[in-house]
């Protein structure tokens, strides 16, 4: 059970993270786009999703839907003070791979279902 939902999180946060080249790829029918504003309310949970469900089975893997929870939870580090300056530098670090780590996830998702 906690596979599958880990699966949904990881095509979840994908398509959020890679939203800026599956546009591309869509061309005209904007598929993606109505995806993400349907899963963007949820982002904070998909992000913690993505950041928690790998520490309980830790794997390879698991470290880039950790990188990609990081991502999605960028806005919410201002909650908590302690880690902010931290979260946010190493969040400042992975945005030239958002794209990338998104697809990332999205991949790791579909073959984990399968």
Same mark, same amino acid.
Request: zero cysteines; glycine letters at 14%.
């Given at each position: 059970?906690?596979?599958?939902?880990?699966?949904?999180?990881?095509?979840?946060?994908?398509?959020? &993270?890679? &939203? @800026?080249?599956?546009?591309?790829?869509?061309? *005209?029918?904007?598929?993606?786009?109505?995806? @993400?504003?349907?899963?963007?309310?949820?982002?904070?949970?998909?992000?913690?999703?993505?950041?928690?469900?790998?520490?309980?089975?830790?794997?390879?893997?698991? &470290?880039?839907?950790?990188?990609?929870?990081?991502?999605?939870?960028?806005?919410?580090?201002?909650?908590?003070?302690?880690? *902010?300056?931290?979260?946010?530098?190493?969040?400042?670090?992975?945005?030239?791979?958002?794209?990338?780590?998104?697809?990332?996830?999205?991949?790791?998702?579909?073959?984990?279902?399968?």
């Amino acid at each position: 059970m906690i596979g599958l939902l880990f699966a949904i999180a990881q095509i979840s946060g994908g398509i959020l &993270l890679g &939203l @800026a080249t599956l546009d591309k790829w869509d061309g *005209e029918s904007n598929f993606f786009n109505k995806i @993400a504003g349907v899963l963007t309310p949820f982002q904070t949970v998909i992000g913690g999703a993505l950041v928690v469900l790998p520490i309980l089975k830790f794997s390879l893997l698991g &470290l880039v839907s950790i990188l990609g929870g990081i991502l999605l939870l960028t806005h919410a580090f201002g909650k908590v003070p302690a880690l *902010e300056g931290s979260l946010r530098k190493l969040s400042d670090k992975l945005m030239p791979f958002k794209a990338i780590i998104g697809i990332a996830l999205i991949v790791i998702g579909i073959l984990s279902v399968l």
